[in-house]
């Protein structure tokens, strides 16, 4: 059985940061590319940031470009996200999700596995 499982998330200050990890079983995904994604109370699913197979090209959501960094491990089948200078706005379930191609994918259809989430909370 095919998981992803995200970590790393909760409360944290305006101003702070974190590091999430997702970690995937049941299959290997070094060869796909790999993305997160993010969902506030009302609001559509957001692309935050993507990375190809190699880690050799990445993108990352408007919203938070210059205060996030995605990376891989492939040897651990594993993906990570920082998000630095937390702001209330960034409050909201985040997922990743692996993709059937090895670029970096930008929209939520193109992926094909995803984890159930966790939550990030930034108070004011």
């Known amino acids: 059985q095919v998981q992803l499982v995200e970590s790393g998330g909760g409360l944290v200050q305006v101003g702070g940061s974190l590091r999430l990890a997702c970690t995937a079983s049941?299959?290997?995904?070094?060869?796909?590319?790999m993305g997160w994604f993010r969902q506030a109370p009302g609001k559509e699913r957001e692309f935050v940031a993507g990375?190809?197979?190699?880690?050799?090209?990445?993108h990352y959501g408007d919203s938070v470009i210059d205060r996030v960094t995605i990376a891989r491990d492939n040897e651990k089948n594993t993906l990570y996200l920082e998000i630095f200078n937390l702001k209330p706005e960034d409050t909201a379930v985040y997922y990743c999700?692996?993709?059937?191609?090895?670029?970096?994918?930008?929209?939520?259809?193109?992926?094909?596995?995803w984890g159930r989430g966790t939550q990030v909370t930034v108070s004011a």
């Open positions: 999700a692996a993709s059937g191609l090895r670029d970096v994918v930008l929209t939520s259809n193109g992926y094909d596995y």
């Open positions: 990375i190809n197979w190699r880690s050799t090209m990445t």
């Open positions: 049941g299959r290997n995904f070094s060869n796909n590319g």
